[in-house]
């Protein structure tokens, strides 16, 4: 089978201001601890939170007139348990152990009263978002998930890892297999989806019992009863059905709602008292315990919430909401025995002189809860009738004429439907989440606007809020303090659980560069003229500084012991024997003697052009057509050490070589290449090894150190705050969204560096401790210099007849970073060489005399090819670049004895000799320094070449 590709990506997110417990966007689950009166809520933030309802929720019975008011809830614990929404929380072993599922693809188990707070391992992963969960009872010892990937699964959970893999579309070829809903006890698992069709499977063989369709619309809710006979659904149809196994078909069609039904919960082992909530934020509490038709049951309207009630969950005397809020409500529950009151409008006389009977039971019920308003019952169905057993019996007709009975005149009089409660008795606050972000043009800053309507600045290498802008809009902002500028996307922003995370492609994490006189520097004194700080080198290097300087610590430890170790055997042997001598190490490997010489470089083919800690001069010239541009090639002389052909090519640092005469003369001369893992772990271990052989080969020599990572000079201190989240992600094509490997914090990250070793990918390693990055061709951008209105010389000669018979243009190309300035100086070399009799020091700048427009603008002189391209070229084709003088300094126009034979300008001094076609002046095997720029002639060849050292 074909390995799937996948790639390790870094992600860390900027903290929130502190701010109290609670949820900073929509809650999606909840689950109730009876025993312990503790509510646990589950969110989009991926936050799973714990509270204290400070009331015992033993009573069954609704609350008595007059009774006082609960404590209010307060906040117990939270942890960030996903790095994706939570779909689905149930509480399982007893109340002792919480299960998530969420959407980055796990499910997780959490001990809620243990003391430890560290993120647990997951129980089970699917390939998509998990969307449901289902535990067959308290005491169970499985737990099942379904998610998007048409899977239904069971997992152990006491770790055991996964009992059961169901294929949710039953054999069928479906395309709407996902599951969005599950039911459970020990006897049957069922689960539905968009597909409206309910399956019911076997959970210990796994295989389909039956199937039920009815539904026309995706199934959110599943609910089973204890003896897994009978099993309940709610649908965006807007429907609740109820289907029995024994039957096998559909018994009853509930309409009480006119919105999709998203959730059902009931505690009643028979599913005869349950409540309901759809997406116009209507919950009704149904009771069919005194009806022999469960349509002629009684339900009422029982609470209105301003959106879509998500999940509902209740217990003792009241009712808990989710809706796509951060906030969560509590409701007083419904009195389902209690009379129905009669609507003011149809208030009847009693008869004078007699008094209806009224039993003691109906008496005790009258003076212990409140009434049923009329408005608020609901019909279960089409064909049910208003529920005659709630009238109360001292009614009479309002007019006997008509014969009507009580109940029949209430039904005729039922209209528009009133819940019981448009109020909560009490609201658990949430917190304000991220929900827009406006990433600015200078790519290390960006807005945000949470749920409250607050816009923040942010900075995304000190990694910390810059200034609020209070309750504005977004955009208005934005173009207060967006700069002209055109900085490549070195990252992603993402804020889909409320925070402000930043992702860190390896392949385009080193594209961005900053000039550093613009990055707001404390101290610019190591900081050269003209010098480029790449923004993801620069993060990334002080994300991980405390793994950094344990590794360097580590390094000398290790270089430390392993020479002492050498000498000791080496003073052995030579009181024992004068054999050949080989070290054995650590690890106990033996290797082959190779030489290891640290004076040669690591970098990789091209990192200077890309990446290197200093910035080049400037270079300009004629260059090959992008089809003919010299390719960078590997040095001969490097060889690689690797588990396979090409596996570590990227990732070596110096080329062993090996000792034919002492490998000939020692028994490890054949002897398989040892393995290293593809993490930072494999990473040193390669680096030790090449220690160890180092000195078999060398014995007594010193170990120059391995690990050289950037210096402040090329990647300045950032003080970045230790509660900034860090997190390792693989992303596969196996899985919808990207894995997480490692989660913590900066703050943390010394502890748990061994930990690191494991998920750290070698790029990152190689960037850590190396100073190297992925080679990546510059972008370049083609132009064209022209004199403004011909008042200048032309810096190339035009229609210049070339040797094969061709012309050649003055099409130009350079990194995109390039400075105008340095534009402006090319051209001052090519049409005003430097007088060798005017002092150095009085010499004017390039950008003092001469001026260059696009589009008749003129271009600052620290503006960018990007830019001009991006903000006032705007267009697609090549640049046309203007120049001319601004008066400061006078520039002859050059006399035809100025020209050479071939018809170009003599630039004197500034001028370069000629180069080979296909060749270029600068920049190792045949590469160019990112400060050049190149002139494309017809022929594809490159003629001339100049800089400005």
């Given at each position: 089978?074909?390995?799937?590709?996948?790639?390790?990506?870094?992600?860390?997110?900027?903290?929130?201001?502190?701010?109290?417990?609670?949820?900073?966007?929509?809650?999606?689950?909840?689950?109730?601890?009876?025993?312990?009166?503790?509510?646990?809520?589950?969110?989009?933030?991926?936050?799973?939170?714990?509270?204290?309802?400070?009331?015992?929720?033993?009573?069954?019975?609704?609350?008595?007139?007059?009774?006082?008011?609960?404590?209010?809830?307060?906040?117990?614990?939270?942890?960030?348990?996903?790095?994706?929404?939570?779909?689905?929380?149930?509480?399982?072993?007893?109340?002792?152990?919480?299960?998530?599922?969420?959407?980055?693809?796990?499910?997780?188990?959490?001990?809620?009263?243990?003391e430890c707070t560290e993120v647990s391992d997951p129980i089970g992963k699917h390939a998509d978002y998990v969307k449901a969960l289902a535990t067959p009872g308290s005491h169970a010892s499985w737990v099942a998930s379904g998610g998007l990937d048409h899977k239904v699964y069971l997992w152990d959970l006491n770790r055991g890892g996964e009992i059961l893999n169901i294929d949710a579309c039953g054999g069928d070829s479906t395309a709407k297999g996902s599951v969005y809903a599950l039911g459970a006890v020990?006897?049957?698992?069922?689960?539905?989806?968009?597909?409206?069709?309910?399956?019911?499977?076997?959970?210990?063989?796994?295989?389909?019992?039956?199937?039920?369709?009815?539904?026309?619309?995706?199934?959110?809710?599943?609910?089973?009863?204890?003896?897994?006979?009978?099993?309940?659904?709610?649908?965006?149809?807007?429907?609740?059905?109820?289907?029995?196994?024994?039957?096998?078909?559909?018994?009853?069609?509930?309409?009480?709602?006119?919105?999709?039904?998203?959730?059902?919960?009931?505690?009643?082992?028979?599913?005869?008292?349950?409540?309901?909530?759809?997406?116009?934020?209507?919950?009704?509490?149904?009771?069919?315990?005194?009806?022999?038709?469960i349509e002629q049951g009684l339900c009422v309207a029982t609470l209105q919430e301003h959106d879509g009630v998500v999940n509902v969950v209740a217990a003792g005397d009241y009712i808990w909401t989710a809706t796509p809020k951060s906030s969560i409500n509590r409701w007083n529950d419904v009195d389902t025995t209690a009379d129905i009151e009669l609507p003011s409008s149809s208030e009847r006389e009693t008869a004078s002189g007699a008094e209806a009977a009224t039993t003691e039971k109906t008496k005790a019920a009258h003076n212990r809860s409140k009434k049923i308003p009329y408005d608020s019952v609901l019909l279960l169905s089409n064909t049910s009738t208003f529920p005659k057993a709630r009238v109360p019996e001292t009614t009479q007709p309002r007019s006997n004429a008509n014969a009507q009975s009580p109940s029949s005149e209430i039904e005729d009089e039922l209209g528009l439907t009133l819940p019981v409660h448009t109020l909560p008795d009490d609201t658990i606050e949430g917190q304000h989440g991220l929900i827009k972000y406006f990433f600015l043009n200078d790519r290390k800053r960006t807005l945000t606007q949470d749920s409250a309507g607050d816009v923040v600045l942010w900075d995304l290498l000190k990694c910390v809020p810059i200034q609020s802008?209070?309750?504005?809009?977004?955009?208005?902002?934005?173009?207060?303090?967006?700069?002209?500028?055109?900085?490549?996307?070195?990252?992603?922003?993402?804020?889909?659980?409320?925070?402000?995370?930043?992702?860190?492609?390896?392949?385009?994490?080193?594209?961005?560069?900053?000039?550093?006189?613009?990055?707001?520097?404390?101290?610019?004194?190591?900081?050269?003229?003209?010098?480029?700080?790449?923004?993801?080198?620069?993060?990334?290097?002080?994300?991980?500084?405390?793994?950094?300087?344990?590794?360097?610590?580590?390094?000398?430890?290790?270089?430390?012991?392993?020479?002492?170790?050498?000498?000791?055997?080496?003073?052995?042997?030579?009181?024992?024997?004068?054999?050949?001598?080989?070290?054995?190490?650590?690890?106990?490997?033996?290797?082959?003697?190779?030489?290891?010489?640290?004076?040669?470089?690591?970098l990789r083919p091209g990192y200077e052009s890309f990446g290197s800690p200093s910035t080049p001069g400037f270079g300009i010239g004629f260059a090959n057509s992008p089809g003919s541009l010299a390719t960078p090639t590997l040095n001969p002389n490097t060889s690689h050490l690797g588990t396979s052909p090409g596996e570590f090519s990227d990732y070596l640092t110096s080329p062993p070589t090996v000792d034919l005469t002492r490998s000939s003369l020692s028994d490890k001369s054949i002897k398989e290449e040892k393995v290293f893992e593809n993490n930072l772990g494999g990473f040193i271990e390669r680096i030790r090894s090449e220690y160890d052989e180092h000195l078999s080969a060398h014995p007594g020599q010193e170990l120059?150190?391995?690990?050289?990572?950037?210096?402040?000079?090329?990647?300045?201190?950032?003080n970045i705050p230790d509660r900034v989240a860090v997190l390792i992600q693989e992303e596969t094509g196996e899985t919808a969204?990207?894995?997480?490997?490692?989660?913590?914090?900066?703050?943390?990250?010394?502890?748990?560096?061994?930990?690191?070793?494991?998920?750290?990918?070698?790029?990152?390693?190689?960037?850590?401790?190396?100073?190297?990055?992925?080679?990546k061709e510059p972008v370049k951008v083609a132009f064209t210099l022209k004199p403004y209105d011909d008042l200048l010389p032309p810096v190339v000669k035009p229609e210049v007849n070339v040797a094969n018979g061709n012309t050649s243009n003055n099409r130009l190309n350079a990194n995109r970073m390039l400075r105008a300035k340095k534009i402006l100086a090319y051209v001052a070399e090519r049409i005003d060489p430097?007088?060798?009799?005017?002092?150095?020091?009085?010499?004017?700048?390039?950008?003092?005399?001469?001026?260059?427009?696009?589009?008749?603008?003129?271009?600052?002189?620290?503006?960018?090819?990007?830019?001009?391209?991006?903000?006032?070229?705007?267009?697609?084709?090549?640049?046309?670049?203007?120049?001319?003088?601004?008066?400061?300094?006078?520039?002859?126009?050059?006399?035809?004895?100025?020209?050479?034979?071939?018809?170009?300008?003599?630039?004197?001094?500034?001028?370069?000799?000629?180069?080979?076609?296909?060749?270029?002046?600068?920049g190792e095997g045949g590469s160019a320094p990112p400060g050049s720029i190149h002139s494309q002639t017809a022929s594809g060849s490159a003629s001339v070449s100049a800089h400005n050292p």
């Open positions: 089978m074909a390995r799937k590709l996948s790639h390790q990506r870094i992600t860390y997110v900027l903290p929130l201001p502190d701010a109290p417990g609670g949820h900073r966007l929509g809650v999606n689950g909840l689950e109730i601890d009876t025993d312990n009166s503790i509510l646990y809520s589950a969110g989009r933030d991926g936050v799973i939170c714990s509270w204290d309802l400070n009331s015992s929720l033993k009573s069954s019975s609704p609350p008595t007139l007059g009774a006082s008011k609960p404590a209010p809830t307060t906040f117990r614990n939270q942890v960030q348990a996903h790095s994706h929404w939570i779909n689905d929380i149930v509480l399982t072993k007893n109340n002792s152990a919480l299960v998530s599922a969420s959407s980055d693809t796990t499910v997780r188990l959490w001990r809620p009263h243990s020990s006897s049957v698992i069922a689960s539905g989806g968009p597909e409206s069709v309910v399956r019911v499977w076997d959970p210990k063989s796994g295989k389909l019992i039956t199937k039920f369709v009815g539904h026309t619309d995706n199934i959110r809710d599943i609910l089973v009863n204890r003896d897994g006979d009978t099993i309940m659904t709610a649908s965006s149809d807007q429907t609740i059905k109820i289907w029995s196994l024994t039957a096998g078909r559909c018994m009853h069609t509930l309409t009480m709602h006119n919105d999709s039904v998203w959730s059902l919960y009931s505690n009643h082992p028979q599913l005869s008292v349950f409540y309901s909530s759809d997406r116009s934020g209507l919950v009704a509490k149904t009771d069919t315990r005194y009806s022999a038709d802008y209070g309750k504005r809009h977004i955009d208005d902002v934005a173009s207060e303090l967006n700069t002209i500028e055109s900085i490549a996307h070195w990252c992603t922003i993402d804020i889909r659980t409320g925070r402000l995370s930043v992702i860190l492609e390896p392949g385009r994490c080193f594209d961005a560069e900053v000039y550093a006189d613009e990055a707001e520097l404390p101290d610019y004194s190591q900081i050269r003229d003209d010098q480029r700080i790449n923004l993801g080198k620069w993060i990334l290097r002080w994300l991980f500084a405390p793994l950094i300087e344990e590794e360097l610590k580590r390094d000398s430890q290790y270089r430390d012991a392993v020479l002492a170790k050498a000498e000791e055997l080496a003073k052995l042997n030579m009181s024992n024997t004068s054999a050949p001598m080989d070290i054995p190490f650590a690890d106990g490997s033996r290797n082959l003697a190779t030489s290891f010489d640290p004076s040669i470089s690591s120059t150190p391995a690990f050289a990572p950037s210096q402040e000079n090329e990647t300045p201190v950032l969204v990207a894995s997480d490997l490692y989660r913590g914090s900066v703050g943390s990250i010394r502890e748990e560096v061994d930990k690191l070793e494991k998920s750290i990918p070698l790029w990152l390693a190689d960037l850590l401790l190396k100073n190297q990055v992925p080679f430097p007088n060798p009799d005017e002092p150095e020091e009085n010499a004017m700048k390039p950008e003092e005399y001469l001026e260059l427009y696009c589009h008749k603008v003129p271009i600052p002189p620290n503006m960018t090819l990007a830019t001009i391209r991006t903000h006032i070229w705007r267009s697609s084709g090549d640049m046309v670049l203007h120049y001319k003088a601004n008066g400061k300094k006078e520039i002859r126009m050059p006399s035809p004895s100025q020209e050479d034979d071939n018809g170009n300008q003599n630039a004197g001094a500034g001028s370069q000799p000629p180069v080979e076609a296909g060749g270029m002046s600068q």
